[in-house]
């Protein structure tokens, strides 16, 4: 009978990984893989683990072999049909909830919500505030609707999310006006190499590119963001490591001031914003 230090020694993947998919498959904490690492596994679980183990030699994402990802301590639901959350996102929610610190029941807004974990970070953060999740794709909003059921107290004081299906702001209520708005949209170019690499092969194509020079939607949503927010609301979008001065020239052009940007953990500038005052 096999067992997990076997597996261990002859997968082809790096140990963490393995030990990532055999907790999932055996239904183990980590220590057991330790401390039952001799004990005869089922075989049927050793066929489940191999299915997973090839399918992550064949480059498919951890996360959605697994169907979950952490993301600002909270653990989401992940599937092909939403973006995988990364860690480097998750300055844009510390930058959201630095801004509505000291409002009292903030309105804020998410757009391009994916699995929903920016909109759920800062409402689990954030209990009073009252939180707008925005996304075109109506699968993507099904994974989010689960994971805010999931992770947020139903009672909260902000009540539940509220999810809309819009192409970035178009079925909005006009009449709604944000504290702050905040988005990850798709930035990468339709011609860049990286769409047919790693990860990125087995996330939906619309959450990742625009099918253009990568900055289609970020001017979408800059153009339209005066419209919804309040005086000195604040605007704040993720983008690729070479569009940082793009952003801030679209920002200042539109007429937000205090116009910035910040590094993430790599010491990338990863997000960009501004307040808008007019």
Same mark, same amino acid.
């Not at 699995?115 to 994974?143: E, K, N």
């Given at each position: 009978?096999?067992?997990?230090?076997?597996?261990?020694? #002859?997968?082809?993947?790096?140990?963490?990984?393995?030990?990532?998919?055999?907790?999932?498959?055996?239904? =183990?904490?980590?220590? +057991? @893989?330790?401390?039952?690492?001799?004990?005869?596994?089922?075989?049927? /679980?050793? +066929?489940?683990?191999?299915?997973?183990?090839?399918?992550? /030699?064949?480059?498919?994402?951890?996360?959605? @072999?697994?169907?979950?990802?952490?993301?600002? #301590?909270?653990?989401?639901?992940?599937?092909?049909?939403?973006? $995988?959350?990364?860690?480097?996102?998750?300055?844009? !929610?510390?930058?959201?909830?630095?801004? $509505?610190? %000291?409002?009292?029941?903030?309105?804020?807004?998410?757009?391009?919500?994916?699995?929903?974990?920016?909109?759920?970070?800062?409402?689990?953060?954030?209990?009073?505030?009252?939180?707008?999740?925005?996304?075109?794709?109506?699968?993507?909003?099904?994974?989010?609707?689960?994971? /805010?059921?999931?992770?947020?107290?139903?009672?909260?004081?902000?009540?539940? @999310?509220?999810?809309?299906?819009?192409?970035? %702001?178009?079925?909005?209520?006009?009449?709604?006006? *944000?504290?702050?708005?905040?988005?990850?949209?798709?930035? $990468?170019?339709?011609?860049?190499?990286?769409?047919?690499?790693?990860?990125?092969? *087995?996330?939906?194509?619309?959450?990742?590119?625009?099918?253009?020079?990568?900055?289609?939607?970020?001017?979408?949503?800059? +153009?339209?963001?005066? *419209?919804?927010? !309040?005086?000195?609301?604040?605007? =704040?979008?993720?983008?690729?490591?070479?569009?940082?001065?793009?952003?801030?020239?679209?920002?200042?052009?539109?007429?937000?001031? #205090?116009?910035?940007?910040? %590094?993430?953990?790599?010491?990338?500038?990863?997000?960009?914003? #501004?307040? *808008?005052?007019?």
């Amino acid at each position: 009978m096999t067992t997990v230090a076997e597996l261990l020694r #002859g997968s082809p993947l790096p140990s963490l990984e393995t030990r990532i998919l055999l907790t999932h498959v055996l239904g =183990w904490r980590r220590t +057991e @893989l330790i401390t039952r690492d001799s004990e005869p596994l089922d075989t049927a /679980a050793v +066929e489940r683990y191999r299915t997973l183990e090839a399918r992550r /030699a064949d480059g498919e994402p951890i996360a959605q @072999l697994v169907g979950v990802r952490e993301f600002f #301590g909270l653990e989401f639901e992940v599937t092909p049909d939403v973006l $995988i959350p990364r860690p480097e996102t998750e300055l844009l !929610v510390e930058t959201a909830l630095a801004h $509505i610190e %000291t409002i009292a029941a903030p309105r804020v807004l998410d757009l391009g919500t994916g699995s929903g974990a920016i909109a759920i970070a800062i409402a689990s953060a954030r209990d009073d505030a009252h939180v707008w999740a925005v996304d075109r794709s109506q699968a993507a909003l099904d994974v989010a609707q689960r994971n /805010a059921a999931k992770l947020l107290d139903a009672a909260r004081a902000g009540g539940a @999310l509220t999810f809309v299906h819009s192409d970035w %702001t178009q079925a909005l209520d006009p009449s709604l006006r *944000f504290h702050a708005i905040v988005s990850n949209p798709p930035y $990468i170019a339709d011609d860049d190499p990286h769409l047919e690499q790693g990860d990125l092969r *087995f996330e939906p194509r619309g959450a990742l590119t625009d099918e253009a020079d990568g900055l289609a939607a970020i001017r979408a949503i800059i +153009e339209s963001a005066p *419209f919804l927010l !309040v005086q000195n609301g604040a605007l =704040w979008l993720e983008h690729g490591y070479d569009q940082a001065a793009d952003v801030r020239a679209l920002l200042a052009a539109r007429g937000f001031t #205090g116009v910035q940007s910040k %590094t993430d953990i790599a010491g990338i500038e990863r997000i960009s914003g #501004g307040i *808008f005052t007019a």
